[in-house]
C-alpha cells in the first residue's frame, strides 16, 4: 500500500506479555496479505506513527509492541474498541524457507521470528531452530508459543540475568550458539545491532558465509516504502530493500552495523 | 499573499519572506537583506514557525472555575478584568498591582502595556525579561556611554579584523551572526573567545580562554592591565572623548596578569596574546548573558565598556560594543520603557524633565519611584503587597530562579491575568486567560539587537477569536474610562515617535521594506553610534574590583551549575516545543558533566542525576561532554520537566536587579527513575 | 513545436494566462525576488529568486490526505529548478498526493543566458532541458519557445524553425563557455566515505537545514501528529533524523551527516537511479550562512 493515507482500524484485543510489552491484535482493514517478516506503520492518534512487524496474522493483525517513547507509550494506554491507523504491509520479508534455518532472536525481535515460524510451520516445515536471548525470565514474550513450538522445532532461550524461578542458560544470546543444530543453514537475524554484530563475529568463527546470514534491520522510519528518506543504509532503503538484508550486501557500507 | 517580515526567535531580526493563503504558510523564504541575512536563516527560522498553525493555540477567552477553564466572551472578559483589577486598585492602592510585558510582543503592543500600567494604573511595576537578561547591559552602558544598545551594526562586522566574545554561545544563539564571525575568520580574520564551555565557534578561535564562570570582571581588567603596561592604549582618544581614565587606572592597577591568571584560571599567556591583539586590531565585542546574568553583570558590562574606550575600539567603522540581544524585541521593548525604573527613551521614572514630557502628553501625574522588577513582583506577592499581576507573553514558571516560589506568590493573588498564545506553564495559574495574536497574525515593528526597527507583518488570520496584545490593552484602558483611540499599530508608533527620541519621526513608510536603525531622525537611521561624541557627551571609564560571586564551591556543593539555551529551543519553549523539527531535535532536557568528573562519580551517559543546590533539586539526564571543563555543569532551562531555574541562584545584581542564573553551586547524585 | 515570441507581448501573454489560470510567477517584493501570486503580466521578471517553487508540487508543510484542485501555473521557473523536479518524480512519484498535485502544476521554465553567482548547472546537463512543458529562451528581442503543450500557446506566438534552433545552440555554446563543466565523470565511484572534508564542514555547519530546504531535488520529509497527520520537509542534517528510541543514533555526530548528505546526492542516487541528485543550482551555497561549497567537494573528489 503505497500511501500515507492511514486506514482505520479497530483493536480487537489486548494481552500483557511483560511489563512493557503488550500484544494486540486489530481487524484486518487492508486487503492485501503480508509475508512474514513484513511491517506496518501504526497511527496512533496525537501521538504519531511508528513501524511495527507483524507476528502473526489470519482474521486479525498481530503485534507486539514494546513501550520505548512518545507512540509506544500512547499505543500502551489504548483499550480493547479503540481505534488505531493502518499501514501496510511494508518490505521484502523474509527469505523464503528453503533449508534448515537458525532463527536468533533478541528482546522484541522475537515478533517478527514468529511470523517466519509460524507460517512455516503451517507449511509443514519443521527444519528449524530458534535461539532466543531476553534480558531477565520476566522479559520473556510468548510464553505459551515457545512452549508449544518446541514439540516441533527446537526452541533455546537464554536470559541475560537470571533469577530464582530460571534454571536455564544465563548470558548473551552468543553463549547458546553451541547449541546451533546445523551450521550448513540460513541464520536470520533480528535483534539489537550491537547483537547482531557479536552473532556475526560467532557465526563467521563457524565458517558460515555472508551470504547465508540475514539481518532484519532497525532504522528510523515515516514513510515504510522509500520516499520519506529517512532509513537509508547507503543505496538502500530499509523500509522498501529491506528490512531483511544479507549480511553480504550491506556489511561493507560503514553505517549498516556501527 | 506575501509578505516581508522578521523572525520571531532571536534578536538577529533575520527577515523572512513568508508566502501564504491565509490560513497556512505555503512558504518560507529568507531575505537577501544584506543588512542582516543575505539569504540565510538558521534551523529556527526555517521551521520554527509552525507553532503559529498549531492547533493548539489559545482561541476563546478563559477563566478559571473550580480547577479547570470556561470559555467565556471578550466582553465579560474585560469586564472582569477591569473589575477586579479596579477593585484591588481602590483597595489596595497603585503599587498593588504589576505588569509584565513581554519581548516576544511588538513596539507597540509593550508601548501601551506600560502606559497602561503608567497613566491608567499610576504604577511603575511594569517590567519584562531583560530584567534577567540585559537589564545589567542597559545600566552599564547608559552609566558608560550614555546608550544601552549595541554601538554598531550587523553589517560592520565585515568591516574589522578582530572579534572578541565573551559569554556568548554565538553560533547557537544568534547564529547569523555566529556565521558572519565565522565566515571572516575563515577569510584571515581573528576571534578571542573567552567562554568556559567548548562551544561550537570555539573551532575558529585564534585564542581560547577558559575562564572559571564569575570571573569576567577579573580577565576583562587584567586585560586592560596588559594593555597599559604596554603602552597599547589610545591616548588620544582617552583624552579627547573620555573621562575619569586615572581612577580606572588605579583599579587596573591590581590586576597584574599574575593575579589574573590566578582568578580566572586562563594562562597568563593567553591573557596576555589577547590583549595585545585586541588593542592593535579594529575589533567588535560581543557578549551575552554570560556577561550580564551575574551580580556583578553592571560592572562586567562597564568593564567591557571600559576596555573598548581604552583602546579607542568605539564609534568607528569596524569596532564597537555588541550586547546580542535575546529575544526578537528586547531591544524594542526596553525602547518602550517596559521597564520599571525607565520611561519611554530610557528617561529615569525620578528624572523629573523626561516625566513630564509623559504626563504632559498623557495628561496625568505620574509616579517617580522606581516601580518593582520583574523578580521582584513574585515577592511582593508573597509579601501580599502585590495584589494582581497581569502578564503578557511571558512563562515565568520556566524562565526565572525559584519557579516554586513564583507558584506559591500566585497563591496570593486575587487576580492573576496571562495574556498569551499558548496555555502555558503560568497560564494555567491564571484566574483569566486571554488569547493573544502571535507575530504570524499582527502588524507591528520589532527592533533588533543592533537597534535596527522593523516591520511585522500579519500573513495568517488570528486563530479562533484571538485579538492582538495592543488591542487587548486598549479595550482594558478604554473600559477603565480612559480615551484611548488607536484603530491600528500605526497610530500607536506615531505617538512613539513623537515621545521617543530614539524614535524621533519614525513612521511605517519609513522601513516599508527595509528597517532604519535608532536613533532616528525622521526615515534616516543610525548605523554606528557615538562617532562624534558618546551620546553622554564624555565617556566615563567606570571601574570595578572582582568580587567573588556570590556562591561558590564548597565541600557540600562542590559544583558550578551554569545555565543557558540550546540552538534547537527558545526560552520557556512556548514556540519552538510546538514546532515539531525542533522539539524532535531537542526533546529531552540535560545536564553536561565533564567525562573526567563523571567517571569519579560513577555516572554514565544518559544516567539520571540528582542536582540539588540551596534552592531545591531536580532530576536530569547526564549527557558527557568535554564542552564543560571540570567542575562544572551547564543545563538548559526550556524543559518543565526538569525545570532548572527552580534551583538557580536568585541574588540579583544590586544596580540592574538581573538575577545571577550563570552560576550556582550545586552537589550531584545519582537518581532512580 | 518551436515557436517564438517578440519580447513585448510576453506581458499581454500572461495576461492571457491569467484569464484562464491561476499563475504565479518571480515578482519583485523590496529588494528580493519570489515567487507570488501574478495579478498581471507586467509584475513578472524573470530573475533568479533564492528558493526555487518546489513547494507547489511539494509543499513545506501539509496535512496528510489534504490536496486542494486548483490548476496552477508557475511561470518563469529556473531550468534548475525543474530539472530538479523530474528527479523527485522519480522518488516521490509513486505516491498518490503528490501525483495527483503534481498534474495540477503546469512549469513554464526560462533558460538562462547569463550564469548565475552560484550556479553550475553546465555539469549537469545545463539550462537548456530536454524535458519540459514550455521552454523560454531570451535571444535578443524575441524568446524561442520549445513547446510541449498545445493547451499553453498564445495568439502571439508565431512558428519558428531552424533559424531559431541556430540561435539557441550559439546562445548554449557561449554559455557552456562561460560557465564550463565541473568533472563528474565516476563521481560515484570516487566519492570516500572518509573524506576529511566531511569533519572540516562540521567545524562550521550550524545546522541550519538550508541546503536541504533550498535544494530542488531533495525529498526527505518527517511526519507528526498535530491534531491529525501531516508532513513536513526534514533535514538529513539534523541529528534527529536518524534518532531512535532509546538515543540509537546510526548517525551521531554532524560529520557523518554531512557525509551522508554529499554521498546521498553523488553516490547512492546514482547507484540507484544512474544520475546524480544535483542539478548545479546553487541554491545550497547561496543560502548556507557560512559557504559550505558543494563545487569545492565535488573538485576535491
Ligand atoms: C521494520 C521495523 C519493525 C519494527 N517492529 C517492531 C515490533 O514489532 N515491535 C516493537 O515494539 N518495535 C518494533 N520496531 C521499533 C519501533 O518502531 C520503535 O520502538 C518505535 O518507533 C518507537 O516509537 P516511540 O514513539 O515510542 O519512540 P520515540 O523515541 O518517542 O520515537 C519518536 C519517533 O521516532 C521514530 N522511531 C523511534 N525509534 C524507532 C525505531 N527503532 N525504528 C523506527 N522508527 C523509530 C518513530 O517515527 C517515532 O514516532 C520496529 C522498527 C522497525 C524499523
Ligand atoms: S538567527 Fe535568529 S532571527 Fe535569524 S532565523 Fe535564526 S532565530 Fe531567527
Ligand atoms: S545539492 Fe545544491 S546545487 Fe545541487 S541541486 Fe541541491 S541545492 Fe542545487
Ligand atoms: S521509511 Fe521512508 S524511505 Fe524508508
Request: proline fraction near 5%.
Amino acid at each position: 500500500m503505497r500511501s500515507m493515507i492511514p486506514v482505520k482500524s479497530r483493536i480487537i484485543d489486548i494481552y500483557k506479555e511483560t511489563d512493557d510489552i503488550k500484544t494486540f491484535i486489530v481487524e484486518k482493514t487492508i486487503d492485501e496479505d503480508p509475508v512474514p517478516g513484513q511491517f506496518y506503520e501504526i497511527y496512533v492518534r496525537d501521538a504519531g506513527e511508528i513501524p511495527i512487524s507483524i507476528a502473526s496474522w489470519n482474521d486479525g493483525l498481530i503485534f507486539s509492541v514494546k513501550r520505548v517513547g512518545a507512540v509506544t507509550e500512547k499505543l500502551h494506554k489504548l483499550v480493547k474498541g479503540d481505534y488505531i491507523g493502518l499501514r501496510g504491509p511494508y518490505g521484502n520479508g523474509f527469505p523464503e524457507h528453503r533449508r534448515f534455518t537458525v532463527l536468533i532472536a533478541g528482546g522484541i525481535g522475537l515478533p517478527p521470528a514468529r511470523s517466519y515460524i509460524e507460517y512455516w510451520l503451517s507449511k509443514g516445515a519443521k527444519d528449524m531452530q530458534l535461539l532466543y536471548g531476553a534480558r531477565t525470565p520476566s522479559d520473556i514474550v510468548y510464553k505459551k508459543l515457545l512452549d508449544y513450538w518446541s514439540n516441533y522445532i527446537d526452541v533455546q532461550i537464554t536470559v541475560d540475568r537470571g533469577d530464582s524461578t530460571w534454571d536455564g542458560n544465563v548470558g548473551v544470546v552468543t553463549t547458546i550458539f553451541n547449541r546451533i543444530k546445523n551450521k550448513d543453514a540460513d541464520f536470520l537475524i533480528i535483534g539489537p545491532e550491537i547483537m547482531m554484530k557479536f552473532s556475526i563475529i560467532e557465526l563467521k568463527k563457524m565458517g558460515v558465509s555472508d551470504d547465508n546470514i540475514y539481518l532484519s534491520m532497525e532504522r528510523r522510519m515515516k514513510c515504510g516504502f522509500g520516499i520519506c528518506g529517512h532509513c537509508n543504509i547507503g543505496r538502500y532503503y530499509v523500509c522498501k530493500d529491506g528490512p531483511v538484508f544479507r549480511y553480504s550486501t550491506i556489511k561493507d557500507i560503514p553505517e549498516a552495523i556501527h | 499573499m506575501e509578505v516581508k517580515t522578521v523572525c520571531p526567535y532571536c534578536g538577529v531580526g533575520c527577515n523572512i519572506i513568508v508566502v501564504s493563503d491565509g490560513n497556512k504558510i505555503l512558504n518560507i523564504i529568507p531575505s537577501k537583506y544584506d543588512a542582516i541575512n543575505y539569504g540565510t536563516i538558521c534551523i529556527k527560522g526555517w521551521k520554527g514557525l509552525s507553532f503559529a498553525e498549531s492547533n493548539k493555540r489559545l482561541k476563546k477567552p478563559l477563566l478559571k472555575k473550580g480547577d479547570g477553564f470556561i470559555e467565556i466572551t471578550w466582553e465579560e472578559a474585560i469586564k472582569i478584568a477591569v473589575k477586579r483589577l479596579k477593585e484591588i486598585f481602590e483597595k489596595y492602592g497603585p503599587d498593588s498591582i504589576g505588569f509584565q510585558s513581554s519581548a516576544k510582543c511588538t513596539n507597540e503592543d509593550n508601548y501601551l502595556m506600560q502606559k497602561l500600567a503608567r497613566q491608567v494604573f499610576k504604577t511603575n511595576n511594569v517590567d519584562h525579561c531583560a530584567r534577567s537578561c540585559h537589564a545589567s547591559t542597559i545600566e552599564g552602558l547608559i552609566s558608560t556611554i550614555g546608550s544601552g544598545a549595541m554601538t554598531t551594526s550587523i553589517r560592520d562586522i565585515d568591516n574589522s579584523e578582530l572579534y572578541f566574545i565573551i559569554g556568548s554561545n554565538t553560533t547557537e544563539q544568534h547564529p547569523i551572526i555566529g556565521a558572519r564571525i565565522i565566515n571572516n575568520v575563515l577569510i584571515g580574520k581573528k576571534l578571542i573567545l573567552a567562554d568556559p564551555r567548548k562551544i561550537q565557534i570555539s573551532n575558529f578561535a585564534t585564542i581560547h580562554m577558559r575562564q572559571y564562570p564569575g570571573t569576567d570582571l577579573a580577565l576583562l581588567n587584567t586585560m586592560a592591565n596588559v594593555i597599559v603596561e604596554k603602552g597599547l592604549y589610545d591616548k588620544k582618544f582617552i583624552e579627547e572623548r573620555t573621562e575619569n581614565f586615572e581612577e580606572y587606572l588605579k583599579v587596573i592597577d591590581f590586576y597584574d596578569v599574575d593575579r589574573g591568571s590566578r582568578i580566572t584560571g586562563v594562562e597568563p599567556e593567553l591573557i596576555e596574546k589577547a590583549a595585545i591583539m585586541y588593542a592593535k586590531s579594529r575589533s567588535i565585542i560581543f557578549y551575552a548573558m554570560g556577561i550580564t546574568q551575574h551580580t556583578q553583570g553592571t560592572e562586567n558590562v562597564q568593564a567591557i565598556a571600559n576596555l573598548a574606550m581604552l583602546t579607542g575600539n568605539i564609534g568607528k567603522k569596524g569596532t564597537g560594543i555588541a550586547p546580542l540581544r535575546g529575544h526578537n524585541n528586547v531591544q524594542g521593548a526596553s525602547d518602550m520603557g517596559a521597564l520599571a525604573d525607565f520611561l519611554p527613551g530610557y528617561k529615569r521614572v525620578y528624572d523629573d524633565e523626561g516625566r513630564k514630557i509623559f504626563e504632559k502628553a498623557w495628561n496625568t501625574q505620574l509616579p517617580s519611584k522606581p516601580g518593582a522588577a520583574l523578580n521582584e513582583m513574585f515577592d511582593l506577592s508573597r509579601k501580599g503587597k502585590i495584589k494582581g499581576l497581569y502578564i503578557m507573553g511571558e512563562n515565568p514558571v520556566i524562565s526565572e530562579p525559584e519557579s516554586d516560589l513564583i507558584i506559591e506568590s500566585f497563591k496570593n493573588l486575587e487576580f492573576l491575568i496571562v495574556q498569551d498564545i499558548f496555555l502555558t506553564e503560568t497560564a494555567i495559574y491564571a484566574d483569566l486567560v486571554l488569547p493573544s495574536l502571535s507575530f504570524a497574525e499582527k502588524l507591528g515593528t520589532f527592533t533588533n539587537t543592533e537597534r535596527r526597527i522593523q516591520m511585522v507583518r500579519p500573513f495568517l488570520s488570528p486563530p479562533g477569536e484571538a485579538k492582538a496584545d495592543w488591542e487587548i490593552i486598549t479595550m482594558i484602558a478604554r473600559e477603565m474610562g480612559y480615551d484611548w483611540r488607536y484603530s491600528s499599530p500605526e497610530d500607536i508608533m506615531n505617538e512613539i515617535s513623537s515621545l521617543v527620541p530614539q524614535y524621533s519621526g519614525l513612521t511605517y513608510s519609513c522601513i516599508e521594506y527595509n528597517g532604519v536603525q535608532w536613533p532616528v531622525n525622521g526615515c534616516k537611521g543610525t548605523e554606528i553610534m557615538h562617532t562624534q561624541n558618546f551620546t553622554r557627551g564624555k565617556g566615563k571609564f567606570i571601574p570595578s574590583y572582582w568580587k567573588r560571586p556570590d556562591e561558590y564551591t564548597d565541600k557540600e556543593y562542590p559544583f558550578i551549575l551554569t545555565t543557558g539555551r540550546l540552538y534547537y529551543q527558545f526560552h520557556t519553549g512556548t514556540m519552538t516545543r510546538k514546532s515539531n523539527i525542533l522539539e524532535r531535535e531537542a526533546p529531552e532536557p540535560f545536564a553536561e558533566i565533564n567525562p573526567d568528573d563523571a567517571k569519579t562519580m560513577g555516572i554514565r551517559d544518559g544516567d539520571c542525576i540528582k542536582i540539588t543546590s540551596k534552592y531545591g533539586s531536580v532530576n536530569i539526564r547526564a549527557r558527557l561532554t568535554d564542552m564543560v571543563p571540570k567542575g562544572i555543569l551547564f543545563a538548559p532551562f526550556h524543559y518543565f520537566e526538569s525545570p532548572i531555574n527552580r534551583i538557580t541562584n536568585p541574588k540579583t545584581d544590586p544596580v540592574a536587579k538581573i538575577p545571577e542564573l550563570k552560576v550556582t553551586a550545586v552537589r550531584i547524585e545519582r537518581c532512580y527513575p | 513545436m518551436i515557436y517564438k515570441l517578440k519580447k513585448e507581448f510576453l506581458q499581454e501573454y500572461i495576461d492571457d494566462l491569467i484569464k484562464n489560470y491561476e499563475v504565479w510567477g518571480p515578482k519583485k517584493i523590496g529588494n528580493d525576488v519570489i515567487f507570488s501570486k501574478l495579478e498581471k503580466g507586467s509584475e513578472f521578471t524573470d530573475e533568479r529568486t533564492i528558493l526555487g517553487p518546489k513547494n507547489f508540487i511539494y509543499p513545506p508543510r501539509e496535512k496528510i490526505g489534504e490536496i486542494d484542485d486548483k490548476e496552477v501555473i508557475v511561470i518563469g521557473v529556473k531550468s534548475c529548478d525543474l530539472l530538479g523536479y523530474r528527479m523527485l518524480d522519480d522518488v516521490l512519484g509513486i505516491d498518490p498526493s503528490y501525483a495527483e498535485r503534481r498534474k495540477r502544476v503546469h512549469f513554464l521554465n526560462f533558460v538562462c543566458t547569463e550564469p548565475c553567482q552560484y550556479g553550475f548547472c553546465t555539469t549537469f546537463s545545463g539550462p537548456r532541458l530536454m524535458e519540459y512543458e514550455m521552454q523560454f529562451t531570451d535571444i535578443g528581442n524575441y524568446y524561442v519557445i520549445e513547446c510541449n503543450n498545445k493547451n499553453l500557446i498564445g495568439k502571439r506566438f508565431e512558428e519558428g524553425g531552424e533559424n531559431e534552433i541556430k540561435a539557441l545552440e550559439i546562445i548554449m555554446s557561449d554559455f557552456y563557455k562561460k560557465m564550463p563543466p565541473l568533472d563528474v565523470k565516476d563521481l560515484d565511484k570516487k566519492i570516500s566515505w572518509n573524506d576529511p572534508k566531511y569533519a572540516e564542514f562540521a567545524k562550521r555547519c550550524i545546522s541550519c537545514g538550508a541546503c536541504n530546504f533550498a535544494c530542488p531535488t531533495c525529498f526527505c520529509f518527517d511526519t507528526y501528529d498535530d491534531n491529525g497527520l501531516y508532513r513536513e520537509w526534514d533535514s538529513c542534517i539534523l541529528s534527529g533524523f536518524t534518532r531512535m528510541a532509546g538515543n540509537i543514533n546510526p548517525r551521531p555526530t554532524l560529520d557523518l551527516r554531512l557525509r551522508q548528505r554529499f554521498m546521498h546526492k553523488l553516490k547512492f542516487h546514482y547507484e540507484n537511479f544512474s544520475y546524480y541528485l544535483c542539478t548545479g543550482c546553487g541554491r545550497c551555497i547561496e543560502t548556507c550562512p557560512v559557504r559550505i561549497d558543494i563545487r569545492d567537494f565535488i573538485r576535491g573528489v
